[in-house]
């Protein structure tokens, strides 16, 4: 006797044929994700791929039998071959190339021809994945083992945003077909350390002149500060590196980091030889904040993240520099193109491309030191206000105590003033040893200031109580802190390094507290940090503990 399973009303044959003729390869459909596994199961498909978005359904090899009688279930929603060619039409020009008017001259990018004629840029990320799309020269790996492919995908990001080819296919970035030097300092988690990054400083530096290196992408940060002595007063060595970068003539350019705050608290953005990005959204290309977020944000369109850093001393105003990173249309992993996650990663990487092609054959930047050529892009996008390129928020209409600086552009403006020295910091602790790129920002729309409004700006105070710094943990574990304000604290959360853990919930005893897990997270010895804030929207942070994980 022949035996039947009976599953959401579909009979089905305990025996099959010994040989099923196959009909393809197809994309079925359902109208729930539930019934997609039922089939599957029941019918014994050895599905390639199970939709887990918003359409319910599975991509696989069927015989003519299994295709029949899935067409004949009633909760189908469609059967379609899956081997139809599909074939792009037409290259995309992002918005943030036509916000730094690379859609101009000299750059002309979205004119369907990659004639760039300008030196490299080392890419300290994630790792780069190969792209039709880009020209990725070469991969370089700072961990002990493993490739150097892209771990994460941030990276291969990242370089299209900067660098994609103007071929009139997929996307364009800002200088096309810049030659792109990946050098991964960061694991799947997007996590490195001291000395994974100083790996990549140092490959840099030997092999810069060979590989006519001149620009270093840095969209990443960690705590640390400025010395004012190039770490030599505070002993820190990520500092030095870039110092020495300084002085072969390289430029580096860093996100300013993506926890409201003062970038002054952040590295490399916080060195004065770091050209520091903070991030804008610029929806249409266009000023005049009428355009529309074509991604999950609420930011408005001309207007800063309510997640970038900023400047607030004068030292700091004077190495920084805005650019739009909200809703980046750029490479993916994989060969394709999709909107991927908002920040001052994607801004510092739309910098780095503006500094390729101010050096390329012919541009203002060209014979320049690294101080005058952050001086110079700086000038140009001062410049670029004449033309009407500002935004809400740009030194033009400034937020008191919140410098973002003046929107990045291309077209340049002939010679710019000297840079000015900066004043020297006191010395500081040891930065701390965990650099990460900058975290997905979850953007609010920014309240336009007013002149007349009195602004509480007094931050609140925070101190983490428990664990105690030097605590070895090992899987879950709990934080409090307390924090006060002169008005009132509203919320508190948890970061490690620049990677926020999650938000307290406060208790009756008027502390904060987070229960987290470490199982995420490699081996090693993490920063971790409370920040307060207020109804006013200041933010202070606690003083760093450290946390030991071993899994």
């Given at each position: 006797?022949?035996?039947?399973?009976?599953?959401?009303?579909?009979?089905?044959?305990?025996?099959?044929?010994?040989?099923?003729?196959?009909?393809?390869?197809?994309?079925?459909?359902?109208?729930?994700?539930?019934?997609?596994?039922?089939?599957?199961?029941?019918?014994?498909?050895?599905?390639?791929?199970?939709?887990?978005?918003?359409?319910?359904?599975?991509?696989?090899?069927?015989?003519?039998?299994?295709?029949?009688?899935?067409?004949?279930?009633?909760?189908?929603?469609?059967?379609?071959?899956?081997?139809?060619?599909?074939?792009?039409?037409?290259?995309?020009?992002?918005?943030?190339?036509?916000?730094?008017?690379?859609?101009?001259?000299?750059?002309?990018?979205?004119?369907?021809?990659?004639?760039?004629?300008?030196?490299?840029?080392?890419?300290?990320?994630?790792?780069?994945?190969?792209?039709?799309?880009?020209?990725?020269?070469?991969?370089?790996?700072?961990?002990?083992?493993?490739?150097?492919?892209?771990?994460?995908?941030?990276?291969?990001?990242?370089?299209?945003?900067?660098?994609?080819?103007?071929?009139?296919?997929?996307?364009?970035?800002?200088?096309?077909?810049?030659?792109?030097?990946?050098?991964?300092?960061?694991?799947?988690?997007?996590?490195?350390?001291?000395?994974?990054?100083?790996?990549?400083?140092?490959?840099?530096?030997?092999?810069?002149?060979?590989?006519?290196?001149?620009?270093?992408?840095?969209?990443?940060?960690?705590?640390?500060?400025?010395?004012?002595?190039?770490?030599?007063?505070?002993?820190?060595?990520?500092?030095?590196?870039?110092?020495?970068?300084?002085?072969?003539?390289?430029?580096?350019?860093?996100?300013?980091?993506?926890?409201?705050?003062?970038?002054?608290?952040?590295?490399?953005?916080?060195?004065?030889?770091?050209?520091?990005?903070?991030?804008?959204?610029?929806?249409?290309?266009?000023?005049?904040?009428?355009?529309?977020?074509?991604?999950?944000?609420?930011?408005?369109?001309?207007?800063?993240?309510?997640?970038?850093?900023?400047?607030?001393?004068?030292?700091?105003?004077?190495?920084?520099?805005?650019?739009?990173?909200?809703?980046?249309?750029?490479?993916?992993?994989?060969?394709?193109?999709?909107?991927?996650?908002?920040?001052?990663?994607?801004?510092?990487?739309?910098?780095?491309?503006?500094?390729?092609?101010?050096?390329?054959?012919?541009?203002?930047?060209?014979?320049?030191?690294?101080?005058?050529?952050?001086?110079?892009?700086?000038?140009?996008?001062?410049?670029?206000?004449?033309?009407?390129?500002?935004?809400?928020?740009?030194?033009?209409?400034?937020?008191?105590?919140?410098?973002?600086?003046?929107?990045?552009?291309?077209?340049?403006?002939?010679?710019?003033?000297?840079?000015?020295?900066?004043?020297?910091?006191?010395?500081?602790?040891?930065?701390?040893?965990?650099?990460?790129?900058?975290?997905?920002?979850?953007?609010?729309?920014?309240?336009?200031?007013?002149?007349?409004?009195?602004?509480?700006?007094?931050?609140?105070?925070?101190?983490?109580?428990?664990?105690?710094?030097?605590?070895?943990?090992?899987?879950?574990?709990?934080?409090?802190?307390?924090?006060?304000?002169?008005?009132?604290?509203?919320?508190?959360?948890?970061?490690?390094?620049?990677?926020?853990?999650?938000?307290?919930?406060?208790q009756s005893n008027g502390t904060w507290t987070l229960s987290a897990s470490s199982a995420s997270y490699p081996?090693?010895?993490?920063?971790?940090?409370?920040?307060?804030?207020?109804?006013?929207?200041?933010?202070?942070?606690?003083?760093?503990?450290?946390?030991?994980?071993?899994?």
């Amino acid at each position: 006797m022949t035996a039947f399973a009976v599953v959401g009303g579909l009979a089905l044959a305990g025996s099959a044929p010994a040989q099923a003729a196959t009909s393809g390869r197809y994309l079925v459909t359902v109208d729930s994700k539930s019934v997609s596994q039922q089939l599957v199961d029941a019918l014994g498909i050895a599905d390639e791929i199970q939709y887990e978005g918003g359409v319910a359904g599975f991509t696989a090899t069927l015989t003519e039998r299994q295709k029949a009688i899935l067409e004949s279930d009633s909760r189908i929603l469609g059967v379609a071959a899956a081997d139809q060619v599909v074939e792009g039409q037409a290259q995309t020009i992002p918005s943030h190339v036509l916000t730094a008017e690379a859609d101009k001259a000299p750059v002309r990018a979205g004119d369907g021809v990659s004639n760039y004629n300008g030196p490299a840029v080392a890419v300290i990320d994630s790792g780069v994945s190969a792209h039709p799309d880009y020209n990725l020269a070469k991969q370089v790996n700072c961990f002990g083992s493993g490739s150097a492919e892209d771990a994460n995908g941030h990276g291969t990001g990242v370089s299209g945003y900067m660098a994609a080819l103007d071929n009139s296919v997929g996307s364009v970035g800002i200088a096309p077909g810049a030659p792109i030097y990946s050098v991964r300092a960061l694991d799947k988690n997007n996590r490195g350390d001291t000395s994974t990054l100083m790996c990549a400083l140092d490959w840099v530096s030997a092999n810069a002149k060979t590989y006519n290196i001149k620009v270093v992408n840095m969209s990443l940060a960690t705590y640390g500060t400025d010395d004012g002595n190039c770490g030599r007063s505070n002993g820190d060595v990520i500092h030095q590196a870039i110092c020495e970068l300084e002085s072969k003539g390289i430029v580096t350019v860093g996100s300013a980091g993506n926890t409201t705050e003062d970038l002054a608290g952040w590295i490399p953005a916080a060195y004065n030889e770091t050209l520091a990005v903070t991030n804008i959204a610029n929806y249409d290309g266009k000023p005049g904040g009428l355009g529309s977020a074509p991604c999950g944000v609420q930011t408005r369109d001309d207007t800063p993240s309510n997640t970038s850093n900023f400047a607030a001393s004068a030292s700091d105003q004077a190495h920084t520099i805005a650019a739009p990173g909200m809703c980046p249309y750029t490479t993916k992993k994989g060969g394709g193109f999709a909107y991927i996650q908002s920040g001052t990663s994607m801004a510092a990487a739309a910098v780095s491309g503006v500094v390729l092609d101010c050096l390329s054959s012919g541009g203002s930047c060209v014979g320049k030191s690294p101080a005058q050529v952050r001086a110079q892009v700086i000038a140009q996008a001062k410049a670029a206000t004449n033309r009407g390129r500002t935004f809400q928020g740009d030194p033009t209409r400034g937020t008191a105590g919140r410098y973002f600086g003046y929107m990045v552009s291309t077209v340049p403006t002939g010679s710019a003033p000297e840079p000015t020295a900066t004043p020297t910091a006191s010395p500081t602790a040891t930065p701390t040893s965990t650099p990460k790129p900058t975290a997905t920002p979850t953007a609010t729309p920014t309240p336009t200031p007013t002149s007349t409004a009195v602004r509480d700006t007094e931050k609140p105070t925070v101190r983490i109580t428990s664990p105690a710094s030097g605590t070895t943990i090992s899987g879950s574990i709990r934080l409090v802190a307390s924090a006060s304000d002169n008005v009132g604290v509203t919320a508190v959360a948890f970061y490690a390094g620049s990677t926020k853990l999650g938000n307290g919930v406060k208790q009756s005893n008027g502390t904060w507290t987070l229960s987290a897990s470490s199982a995420s997270y490699p081996n090693g010895s993490y920063q971790v940090t409370a920040k307060a804030q207020d109804k006013a929207a200041n933010v202070g942070t606690s003083a760093a503990i450290t946390l030991r994980v071993a899994n």
